[in-house]
């Protein structure tokens, strides 16, 4: 099992910055993926940011230039730096791993959620 604790989240005006942190109870490395997900009311969750192992960084188009996926590997700790926030960034966001346990199977752990609400 791995336990992921999120924080950093709050209440913020309109291009505000905030930064997520999410500390892994295991080192990051045995992760193939790591990423944040955003799930704002009445909507399905949703990528934001992903880390790959071999550090390749992918970004959803509403985030890029804006939003920055970082880690650090003695903290066991993936970050999610979010500048020039908006009103539309207002969601839980959750941190997630991935660990590829052979060709067939993964396994997906997620964070409990940290609330992010930008006001206009």
């Known amino acids: 099992q791995v336990q992921l604790v999120e924080s950093g989240g709050g209440l913020v005006q309109s291009g505000g910055s905030l930064r997520l942190s999410c500390a892994a109870s295991r080192s990051i490395f045995r992760f193939h993926v790591m990423g944040w997900y955003r799930q704002a009311p009445g909507k399905q969750r949703e990528l934001v940011a992903s880390l790959t192992k071999g550090g390749i960084r992918n970004y959803v188009d509403f985030v890029k230039g804006r939003f920055t996926i970082s880690r650090d590997a003695a903290k066991n700790t993936v970050y999610l730096q979010m500048n020039s926030l908006k009103p539309e960034d207002t969601a839980v966001y959750y941190c997630?791993?991935?660990?590829?346990?052979?060709?067939?199977?993964?396994?997906?752990?997620w964070g409990q959620g940290t609330q992010v609400t930008v006001s206009s």
């Open positions: 997630n791993v991935r660990e590829i346990l052979n060709s067939d199977a993964s396994l997906d752990y």
